[in-house]
């Protein structure tokens, strides 16, 4: 069973910068797609990030272009969403996804104070 680990999560100031880390386990990393979404109270869970299998193809979502950067390592099966310039409206719990496996992370909260 495919099992994703997040953390890095946290309060901080608009403008500030938090990065995100998602531990994969029982996933072949190389070959796999992931990605981050994230869930702000009251709303639907919404895409924020995807990164290829390789690591040479990302998509963000165009609320985060610009400021946030996703990124894997292979070798340690690690995805990371690195965010600066946060905003109030960042707030949210962010999630691990494998899309080939459908598996979730159980989510790291992040609150961005104005």
């Known amino acids: 069973q495919v099992q994703l680990v997040e953390s890095g999560g946290g309060l901080v100031q608009a403008g500030g910068s938090l990065r995100l880390s998602c531990a994969a386990s029982?996933?072949?990393?190389?070959?796999?797609?992931m990605a981050w979404y994230r869930q702000a109270p009251g709303k639907e869970r919404e895409s924020v990030a995807f990164?290829?299998?390789?690591?040479?193809?990302?998509n963000y979502a165009d609320s985060v272009k610009g400021r946030f950067t996703i990124s894997k390592d292979n070798a340690k099966n690690i995805v990371y969403l690195q965010m600066n310039s946060l905003k109030p409206e960042d707030t949210a719990v962010y999630y691990c996804?494998?899309?080939?496996?459908?598996?979730w992370g159980r989510g790291t909260q992040v609150t961005v104070s104005s």
């Open positions: 996804y494998a899309p080939t496996y459908r598996a």
């Open positions: 029982r996933i072949t990393f190389s070959i796999n797609t």
């Open positions: 990164i290829s299998s390789s690591g040479g193809s990302t």
